[in-house]
Nanobody, 117 residues
Framework: QVRLVESGGGLVQAGGSLRLSCAAS????????MGWYRQAPGKQREMVAH?????SPNYADSVKSRITISRDNANVYLQMNSLKPEDTAVYYC?????????????WGRGTQVSVSS
């Protein structure tokens, strides 16, 4: 069993910053990668950033230069700067356990980020 707990969401004005955290626990012996997705109302869930072992982080084009992902063992963080109203969404953390292309993804319950204009 794998458990993910996100924290750090909230309400911020445009131009502000937030730092999201996600802690994984349980059967996490073979973490291949961790990352963040987000889902805005009425839209599909989209990748924000992910980081896989021995690879450089990947970012969505819409957040490059504003968001930085980092990982520390079973924790993953998302530093978000210069936030825009369009960044408003529920942010979900995930972890991939096992091989890169055949492992299992586990998801957190999400944390709300709201950016006011």
């Amino acid at each position: 069993q794998v458990r993910l707990v996100e924290s750090g969401g909230g309400l911020v004005q445009a131009g502000g910053s937030l730092r999201l955290s996600c802690a994984a626990s349980g059967s996490i012996f073979s973490i291949t990668g961790m990352g963040w997705y987000r889902q805005a109302p009425g839209k599909q869930r989209e990748m924000v950033a992910h980081i896989f072992s021995s690879r450089s982080p990947n970012y969505a084009d819409s957040v490059k230069s504003r968001i930085t992902i980092s990982r520390d063992n079973a924790n993953v963080y998302l530093q978000m700067n210069s936030l825009k109203p369009e960044d408003t969404a529920v942010y979900y953390c995930y972890v991939k356990i096992g091989p890169l292309f055949s492992g299992t993804d586990y998801w957190g319950r999400g944390t709300q980020v709201s950016v006011s204009s």
